[in-house]
Each structure stands twice: as C-alpha cells, then as structure tokens.
C-alpha cells in the first residue's frame, strides 16, 4: 500500500494551487494509495533560528506542529507538495517547513542515521503555479490592486 502525504503549501484555501494538488490527490486513491492531506497554513511551524540543536542532538529543540511532519514525512512513500510561486519562491510557510527539514539532513550525513522506512523507491513530486494579472505587468501596472 503507497503511502502518499500531500503537502498544500498555499495560504488559500481551495485556490488554484490547492485544486490541483486535490486532482493529484483524486489520481493516486484511483490507484489505491493511502492520502494525508496536510495543509501549512493550518499548522503552527516556527522559522529554523539555526541554533544547529539538530547537529548535535539528532532531534530539533523547537516543539510545534513540525514534529508531526517530520514523523508523516519519514513515513511516507512518497510527497507531493503543492504550492503558489511568491516572489519567485514558495510562500513564507512553505519555505519555513523546507528549513526546518534541515534535521534530516543532519541525521543523514552528521550521523548516518536512516530516516524513515529508507525506502530506495520513494518519489516526490512538486506542483507550483504562477502567473501575474496582465493589468500588473509592464507598462500597464499602476499600482493600484483591487
């Protein structure tokens, strides 16, 4: 049984970017996965403060919402993350939960600890959107949104 956690990254509800992540979603129960779908902005995730607490003690000091991502994250067969495009990055959420993934790589590399089921055959997926109303773009801009 795949496992899938799908990740909506959007700070709207039910906005472009998470309608697709919900027909990616429709895709993979056709095909007998087993779905969590977790939505950021619902969820408490303080920004990393590098305090490299993960680098010397396998686990990260800060205790939020995070710490049941990390779990759904290890467990999963695969991710899908589904986000709008801010500023040519992901929103400011998003971008804090990608941080605090920082202590997985320590466990890899510092302490050559497995994470997860070390699957070899996990996959990840990323969906993003982007666009600009033409009337804010170039020339035409003026400023003003309403």
Known sequence: MFKLLAISGSP???GNSEQ???EFIKGALTRGAVVEKIRLIER???PCNECLHCAKHEECI????????YSALALADGV????PVF?????????AMIDRCQMFWCLKYIFHKPIGSQKTNR??????LGALPEKFTGK???GNIN
């Not at 939020?64 to 991502?69: A, C, E, F, S, W």
């Not at 500023?87 to 971008?95: E, T």
């Not at 996959?123 to 993003?128: C, E, H, Q, V, W």
């Open 12 to 14: 709207r509800r039910y």
């Open 87 to 95: 500023f040519m990055g992901p929103p400011s959420h998003l971008k």
């Open 123 to 128: 996959k990840g997926f990323l969906l993003t």
């Open 44 to 46: 408490k995730i303080t």
């Open 80 to 83: 899908v993350i589904s986000s």
């Open 20 to 22: 697709l992540l919900d």
């Open 140 to 142: 035409n801009f003026q």
């Open 62 to 69: 800060i205790q939020d919402d995070m710490q049941y991502l």
